[in-house]
């Protein structure tokens, strides 16, 4: 298993969690190269995790349509335009 890789299971939270720490030993500059790039590499898996779990979210998330009225007459998937 690549060091990078991110388990399928990791919640959006804990992969946030995990990537802010990994921006923290990087801002430090207290981080040798090779580790630096390795820390580089399972950010942006973790990055990428979020992102995922982000548009996933946000395809399950549907409007409320109001009538001319003002009162809801249902529900409309979400366009992310």
Known sequence: ???SAVP???SFE???KQLEAIVRQLESGD???DESITLYARGDALK???EERLKAAQ?????ISLGAD???RGTEPF???
């Not at 395809?59 to 409007?63: H, N, S």
């Open 1 to 3: 298993m690549d060091d």
């Open 8 to 10: 399928a299971d990791l």
């Open 14 to 16: 804990e992969a946030l």
């Open 31 to 33: 981080v040798p190269l």
């Open 48 to 50: 990428r995790r979020c």
């Open 59 to 63: 395809a399950r998330i549907e409007k």
């Open 70 to 72: 003002g009162a809801p």
């Open 79 to 81: 366009n992310a335009s």
